[in-house]
């Protein structure tokens, strides 16, 4: 290989390169030496060096990660998920996934995990560093490594930013089966690609169902004060002749835009004989019993106790922190 066919290697990797791929251009220990001396390059680790000094970028620490665990390896997880686009779930630590056993030495601000799941067929196509595709990315770290409300927040964020369908996720939890979650992440998906419409619905009226809640109204017309006309999610007619109207926020009211609108469509179904409350997708498919709890406080009423041993814990009225 020529100087330049380095050149272009070293262009490609961020200016980091492993000691294997010097011995293939022919250049051996002394030379690394020398130049390391001279100050021009840096040992990053007892396989890799960079023909850069100073601090190395997140780009540049992906690559010495990948280098330094070897062929079989890739960027995994959140690391992964960053490099197709995924914006917001970015962590300081690099993510490298490795199919091997862990006989290498650890490098400081990369995490290394071995998987037995078949890296041909999770590795991405996409030229340059070997990286993850992202389905297997995401619902990996979501199943065993993320909290549970972090979980279901990236399974919907990577549907809300458009990077993959809901079909191409359902495809990878069955691929990677067993997979922990997968049932949660299959209905936290049904909400992301369908909006907070009918799968909303169901879990409201399982949620008064489990909690011995009354029955809302669904779907009620309401036009609004500039005359609009708009279709409340679920509605309590209160004693008093109140109502309560609960509104599901899914993942596509993270828009910025979609957001105002929301706000605004609160305010303008707002009166004084009616509140608006909201609550997420998230909330009503993993935590109703605490949206439950909120209702009670706010006057809906309890007309039955929750059926069965397995039944949601019947609200109180009181404060809720």
């Given at each position: ?55 190395l ?50 490098v ?20 340059g ?39 191409r ?101 707002t ?18 019993e ?32």
């Amino acid at each position: 290989m020529t100087n330049d066919d380095l050149a272009h290697l070293l262009a490609d990797q961020e200016q980091i390169i492993a000691r294997r791929q010097l011995r293939e251009h022919g250049i051996g220990w002394d030379h690394v030496r020398d130049q390391v001396r001279a100050r021009r390059w840096v040992v990053r680790t007892p396989r890799v060096v960079s023909t850069v000094t100073g601090t190395l970028t997140t780009r540049q620490l992906e690559w010495v990660g990948v280098l330094h665990a070897g062929p079989r390896s890739m960027l995994g997880n959140l690391s992964a998920a960053t490099r197709h686009g995924l914006e917001g779930w970015s962590r300081p630590h690099v993510c490298v996934v490795v199919d091997d056993e862990l006989a290498f030495e650890p490098v400081p601000g990369i995490d290394f995990f071995r998987s037995r799941r078949p890296f041909e067929i999770m590795r991405s196509p996409k030229p340059g560093i070997a990286t993850s595709r992202l389905e297997p990315a995401v619902l990996l770290w979501a199943g065993y490594e993320a909290t549970n409300r972090a979980a279901h927040g990236i399974v919907a964020a990577t549907l809300q930013q458009r990077l993959t369908t809901a079909e191409r996720m359902v495809e990878w939890i069955d691929q990677l089966r067993p997979l922990r979650r997968a049932r949660p992440f299959k209905r936290t998906i049904s909400f992301a690609a369908g909006g907070a419409g009918s799968g909303a619905e169901i879990e409201i009226a399982r949620m008064c169902h489990r909690a011995g809640l009354a029955r809302p109204h669904r779907q009620r017309r309401r036009e609004d004060r500039s005359g609009r006309v708009r279709w409340t999610d679920a509605e309590w007619d209160l004693p008093g002749g109140t109502t309560l109207v609960l509104e599901v926020e899914g993942p596509h009211h993270l828009e910025v835009l979609q957001a105002i609108d929301d706000a605004r469509r609160s305010r303008r179904i707002t009166a004084h004989h009616r509140t608006v409350v909201r609550c997420s997708t998230y909330e009503i498919a993993h935590e109703p019993e605490q949206i439950a709890v909120d209702l009670v406080a706010l006057g809906v009423p309890v007309v039955a106790p929750p059926p069965g041993p397995r039944g949601a814990r019947r609200p109180t009225t009181g404060s809720c922190a």
